[in-house]
């Protein structure tokens, strides 16, 4: 028997438009699909028309694919759904204190004053249940051979043992504004490029849990 909703033992109606696009995408079963083929062949130029246009489009989608949207879009998607209906818990808001600078190793060293920026380094911070681990790249500007770090690279990740909102936003403040990375993945990575060294703030938000960090970069006295 055909699962086709449309069929009528009286008089054959069109096909819907829903269910052409399922025919010309291949979501029919084999049965179904012949069977369209037959009402296709013997509807009218409207219906024509219809496959004519969804043929095209689905010409111009294999030629012209979409780039995948941010995981972070699915995420934020599904807690609306939830706030909707009313089941969304309440933001909470942690701040998250600096609990390891890999220059510390270099001061222990006797050599205090001795690093450099572009050789990067590495910090660590904890808020609660979560820890926050930011890696600080170099970024060389300038030419000619003589480079001024003016700015860095920030790759971090948020580690917890909370599965439901694994992608996070980082918001980076500084004095001359503000610069927002949504480019996050499920394994809790994120990165802000180009980050002034005068940088005063980090906010991470999962949509659930929002992390402050004042001081990103660390200690500005290395």
């Known amino acids: 028997m055909s699962e086709d909703p449309m069929a009528d033992s009286g008089s054959e109606r069109p096909p819907s438009f829903a269910r052409l696009a399922d025919w010309v995408d291949g979501r029919l079963t084999r049965g179904d699909a012949s069977n369209m083929d037959g009402?296709?062949?013997?509807a009218g130029t409207e219906t024509a028309d219809a496959v004519a246009w969804l043929r095209g489009f689905a010409r111009f989608g294999r030629r012209n694919p979409l780039p995948a949207p941010p995981p972070i879009v699915r995420q934020r998607l599904r807690q609306s759904f939830e706030r909707h209906h009313g089941r969304a818990p309440e933001t909470v808001r942690l701040t998250a204190a600096l609990s390891f600078d890999s220059r510390d190793?270099?001061?222990?060293?006797?050599?205090?004053?001795?690093f450099e920026i572009d050789e990067g380094y590495h910090l660590a911070f904890a808020a609660e249940s979560f820890g926050v681990l930011v890696d600080v790249l170099p970024?060389?500007?300038?030419?000619?051979?003589?480079?001024?770090?003016?700015?860095?690279?920030?790759d971090g990740q948020v580690l917890t043992a909370d599965p439901h909102a694994p992608v996070w936003s980082a918001t980076i403040e500084h004095p001359g504004g503000t610069m927002t990375d949504i480019s996050g993945d499920r394994d809790g990575c994120f990165a802000v490029d180009n980050v002034p060294m005068d940088a005063t703030r980090l906010l991470l938000s999962n949509g659930v849990t929002e992390i402050e960090i004042i001081r990103p970069l660390g200690d500005p006295g290395y």
């Open 39 to 42: 009402r296709v062949q013997r």
């Open 105 to 114: 190793d270099v001061v222990l060293s006797g050599v205090r004053g001795g």
């Open 139 to 154: 970024r060389e500007m300038g030419g000619g051979g003589a480079t001024a770090t003016a700015a860095v690279r920030l």
